[in-house]
């Protein structure tokens, strides 16, 4: 059973910083692309940033300059570096793998639980 399992969330107070992990486990051979979404009541999921295999990344225009995607293919780990923190960045964070190979066979689109990020102003 592959499950993503993230950390790091919290409350900061604006201009302050966050450092979420999402880490996957289970019977996992290799993942392809990873990233963190948000989604605040009411509205859809955002794309916030998104890596590669290779560590190639983009980002939303809102957090550019600011958060940092990246990974440890060694630990099947995504990590989102999140700096110069603003209220508007409050939500809840998902991270999400597009597709990986198990021990089943290719597994497509999983989400974490997700885990909030509260920035006071």
């Known amino acids: 059973q592959v499950q993503l399992v993230e950390s790091g969330g919290g409350l900061v107070q604006a201009g302050g910083s966050l450092r979420l992990s999402c880490a996957a486990s289970?019977?996992?051979?290799?993942?392809?692309?990873m990233a963190w979404y948000r989604q605040v009541p009411g509205k859809g999921r955002e794309l916030v940033a998104h890596i590669s295999r290779d560590g190639s990344t983009n980002y939303a225009d809102s957090v550019k300059g600011r958060f940092t995607i990246s990974r440890d293919n060694a630990k099947n780990t995504v990590y989102l570096q999140m700096n110069s923190l603003k209220p508007e960045d409050s939500a809840v964070y998902y991270c999400?793998?597009?597709?990986?190979?198990?021990?089943?066979?290719?597994?497509?689109?999983?989400w974490g639980q997700g885990t909030q990020v509260t920035v006071s102003s």
């Open positions: 289970g019977s996992i051979r290799t993942i392809n692309d």
């Open positions: 999400n793998v597009d597709r990986m190979m198990t021990n089943r066979g290719w597994q497509f689109d999983y």
